[in-house]
């Protein structure tokens, strides 16, 4: 029960979250230099790293995205009839909070070593 739920509410997440950062992003770019220069220094430190906001944001609209698929891939496996099995489901919930949070520790990892 608990994957479904956070299934809905990464996609509800992502969908809000995620395109008001878009729209701001893009109007930002529209509106000159100095616009987008306000909007990156919302996120950003002086010398271009995350600032704490940023980095909180980046995280969690990217675990949201990784949880999202994960759960996403469980559904279809399911839809196929598969996986029915208490023990076996419960397993592959559990995995997907596993998968989403290695995958969203190794995007920041490279993320961070470039």
Do not use: C, P
């Not at 990156?40 to 790293?49: K, P």
């Not at 940023?54 to 279809?76: A, D, E, K």
């Amino acid at each position: 029960m608990t994957v479904s739920i956070l299934h809905r509410a990464t996609g509800s997440g992502m969908a809000t979250v995620g395109s008001l950062l878009l729209v701001w992003f893009l109007a930002a770019l529209a509106s000159g230099a100095e616009a987008y220069a306000t909007f990156r220094d919302v996120f950003t430190l002086s010398d271009g790293r995350l600032n704490i906001l940023g980095w909180i944001i980046g995280v969690g609209l990217t675990f949201s995205l990784f949880q999202h698929m994960m759960s996403g891939i469980r559904h279809l496996v399911l839809d196929t009839g598969a996986a029915f099995e208490l023990k076996l489901n419960r397993n592959l919930a559990r995995l997907t909070f596993v998968g989403s949070t290695l995958l969203t520790l190794a995007f920041w990892l490279y993320v961070g070593t470039k």
